[in-house]
T-cell receptor, first 115, second 113 residues
Framework: GAVVSQHPSWVICKSGTSVKIECRSLDFQATTMFWYRQFPKQSLMLMATSNEGSKATYEQGVEKDKFLINHASLTLSTLTVTSAHPEDSSFYIC?????FGNGYTFGSGTRLTVV | QQQVKQSPQSLIVQKGGIPIINCAYENTAFDYFPWYQQFPGKGPALLIAIRPDVSEKKEGRFTISFNKSAKQFSLHIMDSQPGDSATYFCAASKETSGSRLTFGEGTQLTVNP
């Protein structure tokens, strides 16, 4: 499967600040990437689908102005958590699909802690 | 229609045992059923996947059984080892349309030495 690099692996920020998480496809040009959020002992919840060169598609209940997604190239998608609050503390994971029949590959995740 | 139900929530077995994790889906349009393994602090890693044209798939110690009529599929781990202790997620998607994955709730597996 594709190799997906996610950075940083963990970050601590103060309430009210913004944090940017990067997701890079190292060996595949991904027109679509996915962003998930995972709370402790829970499943992955899709936040949004990131489309290269166009606006992201957000899932119901996800604030698009709070979770800014930019997919400016075929190898990079970024998620920016704006004006972070403690309730935004979670594990954020990106994913991409390497074409039909090749499944979905996930990044290693970013642990965000807002204090 | 989009839900995938997974059970049990947690499972404890002894080394060498055969844990079985079950999933049920509703959407008959789903055509891709993967299982993911996740260790703490890491992203999910694809373990094995099946499509509805076969009833069983085996890769190493991992086997998926698929029952299309019952809309159920399960993961069997043969000769389980302590290193298999992790959280396992089933998922489903309509891959032919490029749709996103719908995940089950997850099963925390503990394999005791």
């Amino acid at each position: 499967g594709a190799v997906v690099s996610q950075h940083p692996s963990w970050v601590i920020c103060k309430s009210g600040t913004s944090v940017k998480i990067e997701c890079r496809s190292l060996d595949f040009q991904a027109t679509t990437m996915f962003w998930y959020r995972q709370f402790p002992k829970q499943s992955l919840m899709l936040m949004a689908t990131s489309n290269e060169g166009s606006k992201a598609t957000y899932e119901q209940g996800v604030e698009k102005d709070k979770f800014l997604i930019n997919h400016a190239s075929l190898t990079l998608s970024t998620l920016t958590v704006t004006s972070a609050h403690p309730e935004d503390s979670s594990f954020y994971i990106c994913s991409l699909r390497r074409g039909f029949g090749n499944g979905y590959t996930f990044g290693s995740g970013t642990r965000l802690t807002v204090v | 229609q989009q839900q995938v139900k997974q059970s049990p929530q947690s499972l404890i077995v002894q080394k060498g045992g055969i844990p079985i994790i079950n999933c049920a889906y509703e959407n008959t349009a789903f055509d891709y059923f993967p299982w993911y393994q996740q260790f703490p602090g890491k992203g999910p890693a694809l373990l094995i996947a099946i499509r509805p044209d076969v009833s069983e798939k085996k890769e190493g110690r991992f086997t998926i059984s698929f029952n299309k009529s019952a809309k159920q599929f399960s993961l069997h781990i043969m000769d389980s080892q302590p290193g298999d202790s992790a959280t396992y997620f089933c998922a489903a998607s309509k891959e032919t349309s490029g749709s996103r994955l719908t995940f089950g709730e997850g099963t925390q597996l503990t394999v005791n030495p």
